[in-house]
């Protein structure tokens, strides 16, 4: 019964994805993917928490359900190689740089905040 806590996961964390990318991009008039970006950061910050020490079925629901439908790494990866292929390489490298320590801050920050509430 395992998956229908992944399931129960990716139903909220697929629309939420969409809809946050649509609503953050529609706010930003830039070429870089500031909704990508977005759902990834609170991914990894959500994922964070979750592995702090959160009980199995929050992980499997929130970790793997949730944060799996949520962040989007083929995204990311398509939207950096578009801004290189149109030749705003130095963006694409923002993007790189950014969204890596960006969501490495965010599992830190994640994984500290959890262990106070899981610890």
Known sequence: MNWL?????????????YL???AVQA???SVLPW????VNVVGCLVLGVLTAA???HLRLLLGT?????LTTYSTFSYETLNLAA????GYAA???????????????AGVALGGALWG
């Open 35 to 38: 909704g990508t970006f977005t």
């Open 65 to 69: 359900g949730f944060c799996g439908a």
């Open 20 to 22: 946050t990318d649509r």
């Open 27 to 29: 706010r930003h008039d």
């Open 86 to 89: 149109t030749g705003a390489r």
């Open 94 to 108: 923002a993007n790189v740089l950014g969204s890596v320590a960006a969501g490495l801050g965010a599992a830190w």
């Open 54 to 56: 959160a009980p199995d």
């Open 5 to 17: 806590l992944v399931v129960g996961g990716a139903m909220a964390g697929a629309p939420l994805r």
